[in-house]
């Protein structure tokens, strides 16, 4: 019984000691003191090309942040997890970074189906939700403000390229959708706008991810005898498409979102397969201020949209965080419109907010994919798109209008 | 109508027999080890990515990078199994089934730790589809054909003809009356994780010649690969060649009627409707 005792004893000793240490640890006293911001991007599955990159933009911005001071008096640090492009761990990292990490935003989900699933775990835990995914029911959910998207939606997306579609003389049009929640909307958005501008959606089909083939989804496709076909899907189906279209001797137009026909994609497959084909993607704003910023923090010559909205959702967090002087959800969905909208000084990095909301002022964050401005249900009001297509295995830059 | 039902079929003939090819490791593998290996999904990954450096890398042709995205499979395959699935198999047949999910994970995050995520391609050059009477069919597609159904003949003469296959069949068929004639069951489960998991290469290379590849391949076409183990019989090489062109001509044939995206869910609809009429597959768990 007294070897218990002392045993006991030294081991509570031992803990003590332990403990004393880990206070005086330079790093456990940096964890205490840091303020940690959620980031919950792809660096795995569908979304794999564009997460590490949204992750590095945030990653820039936050330096320089901590470089100038950092946020109330607090260096920021990012706590980082993967959504894997899948709605099910998304939501399992999700309630790490909420429960665990008590992070007052997350910012990064990119497919749609994944916002969708981690949505509502964010309201219901009063968690500020940033995101570029595209569909239209996204900002429709009972979000309670606690979600602001700076990707335009679909109605937005869809529209513009089928005024797009119909420009470059296209007549027949085919639309293949991947199931995910924008294919419908996406679908109903362009039979409207289509006849609008001469031209006519004559047949669309949903189809799945995942799949080997995609030969009897082409055929069907084929049937209706289209003379332009919208690929709306992800990189590794439309890679898919994109042979088999070839091998069924298809020669009329494609259009297809950047992020399914990436640089990387084109490198994997033969020039022929893609010669031609036009890609559009919500463009950054490429002609302001804070987009050559970006461009400076980045070291890269062309920041693209995610870059540049990754950019935009760490610097709104950080603002919005200094202009309530307090780190949580509800202040970030009660302040966020104040800094991104309104007569304020238009300032174009978080740096230099934080600089002028120090010294008192109003200021309006123009960001680098776009002004920033939100409405009521989170959409931002207005962008721009990049148009691109594809010759000799390499994009050629078309237009951003 | 005709015509869109003979390509359909076709389709699906196409693509039930690259399914083939996993389909028969994994039942291979069952019928020997009596557990579903589920690290076939990272080990099909491996294949692919193995025969992507054979024929990019090292500039060989499309049969010779086949045969070493076998060859790394397998010894892959054997490795793992020897030193992380065989002490699962102590704690029982669903502990190293879960084991076995655990280490695909793993192996697929190796693949992606030394490729990246980024899409591949073969260095093939892509050809226009045959045309005959409205059908089309695809150079590539007949090729991979010709491969499958060589692999498999060459597995059934494997398992018919040669002692070792005997001794496999043997054990698959009753382990313990094979152990009382002396078969090393060790070293036939060494084999059969070599030759299972050398099918899963080989077939993620396969899948990966029609399309492209990344770290994902094996994981996506995984749910395929076992529901066409499971509707032939899980345990049944015959079975998992009937088993992978049921599914793979029943997705095709459902575009009739549905649109593509309830596909799979048509294809495990089948899956139930056989498994409840038969219970242990279409051609039984006659053991390989």
């Known amino acids: 019984m007294s070897g218990n005792t002392i045993s006991r004893r030294r081991a509570l000793q031992a803990i003590a000691a332990a403990a004393g240490t880990a206070v005086s640890a330079p790093a456990i006293l940096r964890a205490q003191d840091t303020l940690q911001l959620g980031v919950l991007t792809p660096l795995t599955g569908a979304g794999g090309f564009d997460g590490p990159r949204m992750l590095k933009a945030m990653q820039a911005v936050a330096t320089e942040v901590n470089a100038a001071g950092g946020l109330l008096g607090r260096q920021i640090s990012l706590i980082i997890e993967d959504d894997q492009t899948n709605p099910e761990p998304a939501v399992r990292a999700s309630r790490k970074l909420i429960d665990v990490?008590?992070?007052?935003?997350?910012?990064?989900?990119?497919?749609?189906?994944?916002?969708?699933?981690?949505?509502?775990?964010?309201?219901?835990?009063?968690?500020?939700?940033?995101?570029?995914?595209?569909?239209?029911?996204?900002?429709?959910?009972?979000?309670?403000?606690?979600?602001?998207?700076?990707?335009?939606?679909?109605?937005?997306?869809?529209?513009?390229?089928?005024?797009f579609i119909a420009s470059i003389g296209a007549k027949r049009v085919f639309c293949l959708s991947i199931q995910a929640p924008f294919a419908v909307p996406t679908q109903n958005r362009l039979s409207e706008v289509?006849?609008?501008?001469?031209?006519?959606?004559?047949?669309?089909?949903?189809?799945?991810?995942?799949?080997?083939?995609?030969?009897?989804e082409i055929d069907q496709a084929l049937r209706a005898k289209p003379d332009f076909l919208y690929l709306n899907g992800y990189a590794p189906d439309v890679t898919v498409m994109m042979r088999?279209?070839?091998?069924?001797?298809?020669?009329?137009?494609?259009?297809t979102q950047s992020y399914a026909l990436t640089s990387k994609v084109l490198e994997s497959l033969p020039p022929e397969v893609t010669e031609g084909a036009y890609t559009t993607q919500p463009s950054a704003d490429i002609d302001s201020p804070a987009f050559a910023r970006a461009v400076k923090r980045l070291g890269i010559d062309d920041p693209d949209s995610y870059e540049t909205q990754a950019t935009d959702w760490i610097s709104l967090v950080c603002l919005t965080i200094a202009k309530a002087k307090e780190a949580t959800g509800t202040a970030l969905r009660d302040n966020v419109r104040k800094i991104s909208q309104g007569s304020g000084m238009k300032v174009y990095t978080a740096v230099e907010g934080l600089k002028a909301l120090a010294e008192g002022k109003e200021i309006n964050y123009e960001g680098a994919s776009g002004p920033c401005d939100f409405t009521d249900i989170g959409d931002i009001q207005d962008c721009k798109f990049r148009y691109q297509q594809v010759a000799g295995g390499k994009f050629k830059f078309l237009k951003v209008a | 109508m005709v015509t869109e039902v003979l390509q359909l079929i076709i389709n699906g003939i196409m693509a039930g027999t690259i399914l083939a090819v996993p389909a028969i490791g994994l039942t291979a593998i069952f019928a020997v080890l009596r557990f579903a290996n589920f690290a076939l999904a990272s080990h099909a990954t491996i294949g692919a990515f193995a025969g992507l450096v054979?024929?990019?890398?090292?500039?060989?042709?499309?049969?010779p990078s086949l045969l070493f995205a076998f060859l790394v499979a397998a010894v892959v395959g054997v490795v793992t199994d020897e030193f992380v699935l065989k002490p699962f198999r102590a704690a029982g047949f669903i502990t190293t089934a879960i084991g076995s999910i655990a280490l695909t994970i793993a192996l697929e995050n190796v693949v992606r730790f030394i490729f990246g995520n980024e899409l591949r391609g073969y260095d093939l050059p892509i050809r226009r589809d045959w045309r005959f009477e409205g059908i089309r069919i695809g150079p590539q597609q007949v090729e991979n054909l010709v491969i499958a159904?060589?692999?498999?003949?060459?597995?059934?003469?494997?398992?018919?003809?040669?002692?070792?296959?005997?001794?496999?069949?043997?054990?698959?068929?009753?382990p313990m009356l094979a152990n009382i004639k002396g078969i090393n069951a060790e070293m036939v489960a060494r084999i059969v994780s070599f030759v299972g998991m050398?099918?899963?290469g080989l077939g993620g290379m396969l899948i990966g010649l029609d399309t492209t590849i990344d770290p994902l391949t094996g994981?996506?076409?995984?749910?395929?690969?076992?529901?066409?183990?499971?509707?032939?019989?899980?345990?049944?090489?015959?079975?998992?060649?009937?088993?992978?062109?049921?599914?793979?001509?029943?997705e095709e044939l459902s575009l009739l009627f549905l649109s593509p995206n309830y596909r799979s869910a048509v294809g495990f609809f089948t899956i139930l409707l056989v498994l409840i009429f038969r219970p242990r597959g279409i051609l039984g768990q006659r053991a390989l």
């Open chain 2, 219 to 250: 994981f996506r076409s995984m749910l395929s690969i076992f529901a066409a183990a499971v509707v032939g019989g899980l345990g049944s090489i015959p079975g998992a060649v009937v088993g992978a062109l049921t599914v793979g001509i029943g």
């Open chain 2, 198 to 200: 050398g099918l899963a």
């Open chain 1, 244 to 255: 088999d279209l070839y091998r069924a001797g298809f020669d009329g137009g494609r259009l």
């Open chain 2, 54 to 63: 054979a024929n990019v890398n090292f500039g060989l042709p499309i049969v």
């Open chain 1, 194 to 216: 289509l006849p609008q501008k001469g031209s006519q959606l004559i047949g669309s089909l949903i189809y799945e991810k995942d799949k080997t083939t995609y030969r009897s």
């Open chain 1, 101 to 163: 990490s008590k992070v007052p935003v997350i910012m990064g989900t990119w497919a749609s189906a994944v916002t969708s699933a981690v949505a509502p775990v964010c309201w219901e835990s009063k968690t500020f939700l940033t995101t570029v995914s595209g569909a239209d029911s996204i900002t429709l959910l009972p979000h309670q403000g606690y979600l602001i998207r700076t990707q335009p939606n679909n109605h937005l997306q869809a529209q513009k390229h089928a005024e």
């Open chain 2, 149 to 174: 159904v060589a692999v498999m003949a060459a597995v059934f003469l494997f398992l018919m003809l040669t002692r070792i296959g005997k001794a496999m069949r043997a054990v698959a068929d009753n």
